[in-house]
């Protein structure tokens, strides 16, 4: 009995783990992959079959001496009861159920425990016999990843200096020439991701370190397949850090339904890898550098929302690029320092850098928060009238809010990124059990516009809530295993990359860096571009020559809409249309990636898994009766059995041989049973004392 119910004990454990383990361990993975899991239940349930058969076996011995010691057998079956007591295969349940329902054991003066034993025991046999039968009903088809396998991609481009053109940068490689603001996302790819907790002070709104790695499949499918990727991807800091702006010379002047904001602007709190040293033209002549700076920079954010089906309480708000193009005198206004680039060696060279290649990059954000058009041309300068001056915002969290009577008011965000890109190897792994499904917007028709729940759900705003999510997994995304970041040699591109200037507002070929005074109107409604001439309020600065406004793909600024809407931070907005802008670039020139390397990879693949746990429960509540009635049975026969002794075939012979059974045994000899029982005559109704 002991060696039966723990090799039981160990068929069931085997079970439970293959029907609640997971593709972690290695021998569940190997099982599942090589689809072996049916096989492996058929014969386990064999076995089981055959150890629970040998167990009920001795089972039924030990209640066929409880009702032979008891005077509980009719003197007719005492020779088979007798008998009965020295085997231990499967079937005898079978037999005492027929003789409880001929009535013939027990007839008078019974124990009702002992034929309900029995039942149960015939009962456990039966569903004994089906119990693959119950546990395939678990088992179907879903998916489980693969064994690694090692293949060659294309991850990027190979940094020659024919791929860097006369501006400073991989534009050439490019086969788009115009902004990624102004087209439109072919899709939201999905992506892996490391990050850390946010810098958290008043007055600024932090991302916290997030690195994204992209996956260098072009199709959806096979990206959407990857359960785990080991080696050189394109990885993106996308780290945004908005705060409180410090402005001097501010003024502010209406240009058709725009209002135009000019002045300087620099950071007032110091946050982690902040490189917010600021070179800029001295006096318009490229005769030096001012570090440490205000920069300059002239915005222009919409007043009114000129879309048809414009929502009534959706920011007027637009995206202004500071300058970040050193060679072409345009100055360098600052950013993140990227987690590629140690940022003790980066303090240490910043005297060297005569590009903005080393820094991330900086943006005003201005949002109109009252007041329409109407009421802002007339109180404020428009045409050729000298723009007015402001005095000092309020600070309201990361904004500086300007207020002007009688009810008019907008607010400004200084947000620096990082923004930078190398190739660098990579582990990306995954803790989904079936493959993903890239978002796209949908469309609400009573809106007539899109709504981006399912992609705000990817970047880590929750679809209908305002909490951030921290799952991957519930966001569809991968893991990326964190690791020394810090970019070797060769892995970043020599001066700028063609994501950067993909992401310029300006286009690629305009500039090496973000071209200044450009604006990206975040909602549907006219350009505002003008030939904002700066220089007759700041002498010192003529090259402030041009303001240009952008309005960017409809994608673009839903996104960003639906972000604030549903309390997303500014950073986060940011962040998620950088993160965009990437995905678009990389994969539209992923075509033409020169740089090759081994990776290994695992897939998601069909095969044969338990899927439910209702036949497992059906079976393991079964075992655990049959394992309580087994000792129960077994305690029972130890404390009510005095002469029996299981398996002895001689024994139970020998006991049958009494004095009134002497002269029918020694008719047996020559007779049938049924002749047998006919010679017995009225005995048959007589109950004797076996012993």
């Not at 386990?44 to 001496?65: D, P, Q, T, W």
């Not at 679809?463 to 519930?474: F, G, N, T, V």
């Not at 950067?500 to 500039?511: E, I, V």
């Not at 009494?658 to 020559?670: F, G, P, R, Y």
């Amino acid at each position: 009995m002991l060696g039966g119910t723990v090799a039981a004990l160990g068929i069931w454990s085997f079970w439970t783990f293959i029907w609640f383990s997971n593709g972690r361990n290695p021998t569940w993975h190997w099982i599942m992959v090589n689809d072996h899991i049916k096989v492996i239940v058929s014969a386990s349930a064999e076995a089981l079959n055959r150890v629970v058969g040998f167990m009920l076996g001795v089972e039924c011995s030990m209640v066929l001496a409880l009702a032979l010691e008891r005077s509980e057998v009719l003197f007719p079956s005492l020779v088979s009861a007798s008998i009965g007591r020295s085997g231990t295969g499967p079937g005898k349940s079978f037999g005492m159920v027929k003789r409880i329902a001929r009535k013939k054991w027990p007839y008078k003066g019974w124990d009702f425990r002992l034929p309900f034993v029995v039942i149960l025991l015939c009962l456990i046999e039966i569903m004994t016999l089906g119990t693959h039968t119950v546990l395939f009903s678990d088992i179907r088809l879903g998916q489980i990843s693969s064994h690694h396998n090692s293949t060659d991609v294309n991850f990027g481009f190979k940094y020659y200096n024919e791929t860097i053109s006369s501006l400073g940068g991989q534009a050439d490689v490019l086969t788009s020439s115009d902004s990624g603001w102004v087209l439109k996302p072919p899709s939201y790819p999905v992506f892996a991701e490391y990050t850390e907790s946010p810098f958290v002070q008043h007055g600024v709104s932090d991302t916290g370190v997030t690195l994204r790695a992209f996956l260098p499949y072009a199709d959806s499918v096979a990206r959407q397949s990857i359960h785990s990727y080991t080696g050189p991807t394109t990885v993106l800091d996308t780290r945004v850090t908005c705060q409180l702006p410090s402005f001097d010379n501010i003024t502010i002047q209406v240009q058709s339904a725009g209002l135009i904001v000019a002045g300087y602007v620099k950071a007032t709190t110091f946050t982690p890898r902040l490189g917010n040293s600021t070179w800029l033209p001295a006096h318009g002549v490229n005769n030096g550098w001012i570090r440490n700076g205000a920069a300059p920079f002239v915005c222009i954010a919409p007043l009114v929302n000129s879309s048809t089906y414009g929502v009534p309480d959706q920011w007027r708000a637009s995206i202004c690029q500071l300058a970040n193009s050193g060679r072409n005198a345009d100055g360098i206004s600052g950013g993140l320092v990227s987690e590629f680039r140690d940022y003790a060696t980066w303090l240490a060279n910043v005297p060297n850098y005569n590009d903005a290649s080393n820094f991330g990059t900086a943006y005003i954000i201005l949002n109109i928060s009252s007041g329409a058009s109407a009421e802002w041309q007339e109180v404020v300068p428009s045409g050729d009238s000298r723009p007015m001056s402001l005095s000092q915002p309020l600070q309201v969290n990361e904004w500086a809010q300007f207020s002007l009577p009688p009810d008019l008011s907008f607010s400004a965000s200084l947000c620096y990124s990082a923004f930078d890109t190398a190739d660098i190897s990579v582990v990306v792994t995954s803790r989904d059990t079936r493959n993903r499904t890239e978002p796209q917007p949908r469309f609400n028709f009573g809106t007539q516009r899109y709504t981006f729940g399912d992609v705000r759900n990817q970047y880590g705003q929750a679809r209908d809530h305002d909490d951030d999510i921290s799952s991957l997994e519930a966001r569809g995304i991968f893991q990326l295993v964190n690791q020394s970041w810090i970019a070797g040699p060769g892995v970043q591109p020599p001066i700028y990359s063609y994501i950067r200037q993909y992401a310029n507002l300006a286009g690629p070929y305009f500039s090496d860096g973000n071209t200044p005074y450009y604006s990206a109107f975040m909602l549907s409604t006219d350009s505002q571009g003008a030939d904002y001439n700066a220089t007759d309020y700041y002498a010192e600065f003529p090259i402030l020559s041009g303001l240009q406004s952008v309005n960017p793909d409809a994608m673009h600024y839903w996104l960003f809409q639906d972000i604030l809407a549903h309390g997303g931070s500014i950073a986060f907005a940011v962040q998620s249309l950088l993160t965009t802008l990437t995905s678009m670039v990389y994969y539209d020139q992923m075509a033409l990636f020169d740089n090759r390397a081994a990776v290994m990879k695992s897939v998601f693949i069909e095969s044969n898994l338990p899927r439910a746990i209702w036949g497992w429960l059906s079976v393991t509540i079964v075992f655990f009766l049959h394992i309580f009635l087994a000792w129960m049975i077994l305690f029972w026969f130890l404390a009510s059995t005095e002469y029996t002794m299981l398996g002895q075939k001689w024994q139970t012979v020998s006991q049958v041989s009494t004095v009134e059974t002497k002269d029918l045994i020694a008719m047996a000899a020559q007779m049938s049973d049924d002749e047998l029982k006919v010679k017995m005559g009225k005995v048959e109704q007589q109950e004797y004392d076996w012993v």
